[in-house]
């Protein structure tokens, strides 16, 4: 059994009185050699009905600095980050979008968020929705919750500190994608190995919610959609990955409205 952990600092966000529906992704792992979930997800934003869209992590298979964002868009052709921003910005001008770090684009800072016009959410945020309705709602990507992978968790708090990224970050950008090519291959390589992967730790999930005084978590990080029942009327919901190139595509959207929450799939 693990040792219970400290709940960190739980941020407090109410739905203003216009919303009515709100949408959540994550793990959608955005890049350039996958230009089939780039086109769902550009057409998604395009498209939504919802007044609100919480991207909750991993939006980018790997993010080593805006400042990599602002060559981009200083060239000539415009590259794939540019697209990434177009699509965010023209979709923050008609909606809500908010972006929570994953564990894949932590790195994602401020000079990204003021370019789309993207607001930035802590983990985890308790969101009120309805408005007024005092139903509170959650929000994680999910990965400090996977307690059972140590391995994970220690890597997780060297990355997470202020020194490492500053350190990080003052190296020159094609170094920095070195190392990130570099962690990659090495999580591929655990996967076609076989290796199970930690899932949400229920203890924790429920310290967390009865903290956070909301019945629900929302989460994604581990590919695996579902709906946990913790017990003691607590409960959390599993976001959904997206790969339009998988073997069965997968892109699927949890909308909130007036119903409750709905799985919606976009392929």
């Known amino acids: 059994m693990n040792t219970p952990q400290a709940v960190p600092e739980i941020a407090e966000l109410s ?27 550009r057409h998604y934003l395009e498209s939504t009905p919802a007044d609100a869209v919480f991207i909750l992590g991993d939006l980018f298979e790997v993010w ?20 990434c921003v177009q699509a965010m910005g023209e979709a923050a001008g008609r909606l809500a979008l908010f972006f929570m770090h994953g564990n894949r684009d932590f790195l994602v800072g401020q000079e990204l968020m003021d370019l789309c016009n993207t607001t930035l959410l802590h983990d985890p945020t308790v969101l009120e ?5 005092g139903l509170r709602w959650l929000l994680s990507h999910g990965d400090a919750l996977c307690l059972d992978d140590t391995d994970y968790m220690e890597f997780r708090r060297q990355v997470r500190s202020p ?21 990659r291959r090495q999580s ?14 229920s203890g924790a999930a429920r310290q967390w919610l009865r903290a956070a005084k909301a019945p629900t978590l929302i989460h994604g990080h581990t590919h695996k959609p579902a709906l946990h029942d913790l ?13 339009l190139a998988a073997p069965v595509p ?18």
Do not use: M
């Open 15 to 41: 739905a203003p009185p216009s919303w009515r529906t709100v949408d959540f992704i994550s793990d959608l792992h955005l890049q350039a050699a996958e230009p089939a979930t780039f086109e769902a997800w």
């Open 64 to 83: 080593v600095g805006d400042d990599a964002v602002g060559e981009d868009l200083a060239s000539a052709a415009a590259g794939f980050d540019a697209r």
């Open 129 to 133: 929705f309805p408005p007024n309705s």
């Open 163 to 183: 020194e490492w990224q500053r350190a990080f970050l003052a190296k020159p950008p094609a170094e920095r994608q070195d190392i990130a090519r570099a962690l």
């Open 188 to 201: 591929e390589a655990r996967k076609q190995s076989g290796a199970s992967y930690a899932d949400v730790d």
């Open 231 to 243: 017990g003691e009327g607590l409960s959390r919901v599993v976001l959904s990955d997206w790969d």
């Open 250 to 267: 997968r892109a699927d959207v949890l909308r909130l409205g007036a119903g409750g929450l709905q799985r919606i799939a976009l392929c």
